[in-house]
């Protein structure tokens, strides 16, 4: 199975702060990696699929890009909702596997 | 609205048997595949299981093979999950997911989840 690891594990930001996440797969994966977003007792969230096609109803303030195996989720201007736990998806072989995980929390 | 509800979680002790069952609608259910995912307590996403739209080919991560099995009606909207010979490392929430598959394999609409704990 594909390897996939995020950096950092947490992070602390301010309302208003950008903040990258980067996200790496073990082997070439394409463009075939999803960003999922979830909030405490509440399922994951589809943000970023394709490494960076937003998905319906998404902020446009959140962004993917990257391919091969480094890619990246940016969020341009943090907002009191965003924080959160955001965890990257490889979907270009079977089975789909998940990052451990970045934490943002509140600065 | 697409929905996915979970159902059958609990309490069982090592060694025992829960059914999980995962009720759709919303949506055309027998056009898409179906998948559980677990997340142990504070910990991260792990891919379980998948079936195919017309149940016929059934898949299982290393962890769970041999003691889970994954099955579908399509009459009824819902997928099934029997897991036996439960472990305490099997001790997690369970989602049912939709698998939305554009030459990749991504998930696109999730159930709340179902809170399964195995413990004496």
């Known amino acids: 199975d594909i390897q996939m690891t995020q950096s950092p594990s947490s992070v602390s930001a301010s309302v208003g702060d950008r903040v990258t996440i980067t996200c790496r797969a073990s082997?070439?994966?394409?463009?075939?990696l999803a960003w999922y977003q979830q909030k405490p007792g509440k399922a994951p969230k589809l943000l970023i699929y394709?490494?960076?096609s937003l998905q319906s109803g998404v902020p446009p303030r959140f962004s993917g890009s990257g391919s091969g195996t480094d890619f990246t989720l940016t969020i341009s201007s943090l907002q009191p909702e965003d924080f959160a736990t955001y965890y990257c998806?490889?979907?270009?072989?079977?089975?789909?596997?998940f990052g451990q995980g970045t934490r943002l929390e509140i600065k | 609205e697409v929905q996915l509800v979970e159902s059958g979680g609990g309490l069982v002790q090592p060694g025992g048997s829960l059914r999980l069952s995962c009720s759709a609608s919303?949506?055309?259910?027998?056009?898409?595949?179906i998948h559980w995912v677990r997340q142990a307590p504070g910990k991260g996403l792990e891919y379980v299981s998948a079936?195919?739209?017309?149940?016929?080919?059934?898949y299982y991560a290393d962890s769970v093979k041999g003691r889970f099995t994954i099955s579908r009606d399509n009459s009824k909207n819902t997928v099934y999950f029997q897991m036996s010979s439960l472990r305490a490392e099997d001790t997690a929430v369970y989602y049912c997911?939709?698998?939305?598959?554009?030459?990749?394999?991504?998930?696109?609409?999730w159930g709340q989840g179902t809170l399964v704990t195995v413990s004496s």
């Open positions: 079936i195919n739209n017309n149940g016929g080919n059934t």
């Open positions: 394709a490494a960076s």
């Open positions: 997911v939709r698998e939305w598959y554009i030459n990749a394999w991504y998930y696109d609409y």
């Open positions: 919303g949506f055309t259910f027998n056009s898409y595949a």
């Open positions: 998806q490889q979907a270009n072989n079977f089975p789909p596997t």
């Open positions: 082997q070439g994966i394409s463009s075939s």
